[in-house]
């Protein structure tokens, strides 16, 4: 299993931007499809977008579409998620995910081949 570490996290205004970034550790990283994820308080965790491994295929959440942007730096062994607009409703802990599995599959993040990072606060708030 790789590690993962998220980063960047913090408090925003409505209308303004943040970005968040996974570190992975171990050269397998890189093997791994890669998601963030989200839950606020009383609401079920949201799978919000990921990345593949091969090809870098990305996929997003409609929540979200056209305001967030995820990427991938192999080099960096990083997976940043790039939020703007952000909205009220954004807020919540961010979590990122990676599994052997594709990001496709309803069971990503539960395989044994899954890690998951700790999680980061994002707070949208005037």
């Known amino acids: 299993q790789v590690q993962l570490v998220e980063s960047g996290g913090g408090l925003v205004q409505p209308g303004g931007s943040l970005s968040l970034s996974c570190a992975g550790s171990?050269?397998?990283?890189?093997?791994?499809?890669v998601g963030w994820f989200r839950q606020a308080p009383g609401k079920d965790r949201e799978r919000v977008s990921c990345i593949r491994s091969r090809r870098g295929d990305t996929f997003y959440a409609d929540s979200i579409k056209g305001r967030f942007t995820i990427s991938r730096d192999s080099a960096k062994n990083t997976v940043d998620l790039q939020m703007n607009s952000l909205k009220p409703e954004d807020t919540a802990v961010y979590y990122c995910a990676a599994d052997l599995l594709s990001c496709n599959s309803t069971f990503f993040g539960s395989s044994l081949s899954s890690s998951w990072g700790q999680g980061i606060q994002v707070t949208v708030s005037s």
């Open positions: 171990g050269d397998t990283f890189r093997l791994h499809d």
